[in-house]
């Protein structure tokens, strides 16, 4: 009986044995099948399929660690980093020597700004594989962004010793003394790579600015010298010897090494662009500056004879001088070479305004428009020359369209009050006197528009408070303008008040700079209203004389 019962407890062990093995197996199939769809679907970047696959690999094997790293990398695609996170911690802890496991966790930390994590894993990681230069060079990054400056020296050395010399290192080894703020030891490093590499000119221009930085002017001259013997045509001599010079306050020498630099034909014309820019915003006020554009034009002019540059600083050279002519024949020269060249159309169009060449005006501002039909400054342009041709539609058509491009209210101020002026001298009075309603909302001090508004209402006999209330405002703006207070006037006339009328005419005559028949006349119909004859008829013939 005894017998018989172990081993019945046998058959039963040997079962429940069987049956486990078997489910292990299952699962293990089923952890293997999910795994490799989940590698499928990562390769097809279907991550939400991805992240299923490999979660339900995990729910067949818990203890996953791969499963775990493919999720890592998909949780973090998905958005969902604290995930990501937690699954890499979670597959180190399992395979602790996974070195890919641990590169990724790594970077975690690396993100998070959590750099003792990082540093204490990849010093681990370079001990191990110490061949390993991406992973060295990694682990010096972020001694770097840590602060750890002497730790990253000592990894410097380590990889030198590897790798060998290298200039990257070199010049890595240079920014840590630099931010360590020791100047010697960086004074010294430069020195080696110099004496390593005597013909590179370089590491020359770094030492003479450390010198530079730390008031050594004397040393900083001699390697400028050397860099010239070594190299005449150095590209970058003259800008280096340009920054000496002002900083020693010797303007005039730093200027020269300007004008050198933009001749200097090893030097990329990007950098000229950039340094000549620096120096005129910089000494904009200089008295000598207009003489300095001069010459630096002329260096362009001569070293680049098929850009635009020389020729735009010469245009705006002989502009600042009012020099119109020299200043057009620039503009056209610049555009020959850039034809949508806006610095060159606006001083095109500007000499015309000023050498009052009309013609040229109408073509070169419409042309200008073509170009820049959202710019108001050539509408502005455009409507004037064809106002002075009295072509008076064709130039509303300009300041129409030209308007809704202003940003500027003193801007759109002198357009409406042009459009209001043109619609009168057109006859439409409902449309001149919306323009001037426009002006004024906006200028309420505008005189000439306060004067001619006046005016025109008093000539029609129409809202005379409205013409008072401007003729009085503008004569208060601008008491002796003969012009404004014979609106003035005429408008009290229109209102009967003869005796006020002829007090503010009075005014009017004796500050006329010459007779104008127009003020006579008026003069003559107020005096006839107050009945003094005679003195009307005195300015009536004066008036007829004119």
């Known amino acids: 009986m005894g017998k018989r019962t172990r081993l019945l407890g046998l058959l039963v062990v040997l079962f429940f044995a069987t049956a486990l093995e078997g489910l292990a197996q299952g699962d293990l199939r089923k952890n293997a099948m999910y795994f490799s769809k989940g590698i499928e679907l990562k390769y097809k970047d279907d991550v939400d399929g991805a992240i299923e696959n490999f979660e339900k690999a995990l729910q067949s094997m818990p203890d996953d660690a791969a499963s775990m790293f493919e999720l890592s990398e998909q949780y973090v695609k998905a958005g969902r980093v604290e995930d990501a996170f937690a699954s890499i911690k979670k597959a180190v802890e399992l395979d602790p020597d996974n070195k890919w496991y641990q590169m990724r966790l790594a970077r ?83 020195q080696e790579m110099i004496a390593q590499n005597p013909e590179n000119t370089r590491y020359y221009h770094i030492l003479a600015k450390v010198y530079m930085e730390n008031k050594k002017e004397k040393e900083a001259a001699k390697l400028y010298e050397q860099i010239k013997s070594i190299d005449p045509s150095d590209p970058y001599i003259n800008i280096s010897l340009l920054e000496y010079y002002e900083k020693k306050g010797d303007l005039d020498k730093a200027f020269e090494e300007l004008i050198a630099a933009i001749k200097n034909k090893n030097l990329d014309f990007n950098t000229k662009a950039n340094i ?52 057009s024949d620039m503009a056209r020269h610049a555009l020959t070479l850039d034809p949508a060249n806006y610095a060159a159309w606006q001083n095109l169009v500007w000499c015309d305004v000023s050498m009052n060449a009309t013609d040229s005006l109408m073509v070169h501002a419409t042309q200008a428009v ?38 500027d209210k003193s801007m759109l101020v002198d357009f409406d009050g042009m459009l209001g002026d043109l619609y009168h001298s057109l006859g439409d009075e409902e449309q001149a006197f919306l323009a001037y309603d426009r002006v004024l909302s906006n200028d309420p001090d505008k005189t000439l528009v306060l004067n001619n508004y006046a005016y025109y209402l008093a000539l029609g006999k129409k809202e005379l408070d409205k013409a008072l209330a401007m003729a009085s405002h503008a004569v ?63 300015y009536r013939d004066k008036a007829a004389g004119l």
């Open 476 to 538: 208060e703006l601008e008491p002796d303008n003969a012009v404004y207070l014979d609106t003035y006037a005429w408008v009290l006339y229109q209102r009967g008040e003869y005796e006020a009328a002829e007090v503010q005419m009075s005014k009017s005559i004796k500050l006329l700079k010459q007779p104008d028949k127009t003020y006579y006349h008026h003069y003559a119909d107020i005096l006839e209203k107050l009945n003094k004859q005679d003195k009307a008829n005195e």
């Open 370 to 407: 073509q170009l820049y039909p959202t710019q108001p400054y050539f509408y502005w342009f455009a409507g004037s020359a064809y106002a002075m041709k009295e072509e008076d539609q064709e130039a509303i058509s300009y300041f129409e369209r030209g308007r809704r491009f202003v940003t």
């Open 276 to 327: 000549y820019e620096y120096w005129f915003n910089k000494f904009q006020t200089s008295k000598n500056i207009d003489q300095q554009a001069l010459q630096a034009g002329n260096a362009f002019l001569e070293t680049y004879p098929d850009n635009k540059m020389g020729y735009l600083i010469l245009g705006s050279y002989y502009l600042n001088r009012k020099e119109y002519e020299p200043c």
């Open 108 to 190: 975690f930390y690396r993100n998070f700004e959590q750099y003792a994590d990082f540093i204490q894993v990849y010093e681990s990681l370079t001990a191990k594989y110490p061949e390993d230069i991406d992973m060295l060079s990694e682990l010096i990054e972020v001694y770097l962004i840590a602060g750890e400056y002497d730790s990253a020296l000592n990894k410097l050395d380590l990889l030198e010793t590897q790798i060998g010399h290298n200039p990257l290192i070199s010049e890595q080894r240079l920014e840590i003394y630099k931010r360590q703020g020791k100047t010697k030891q960086e004074i010294a490093a430069l």
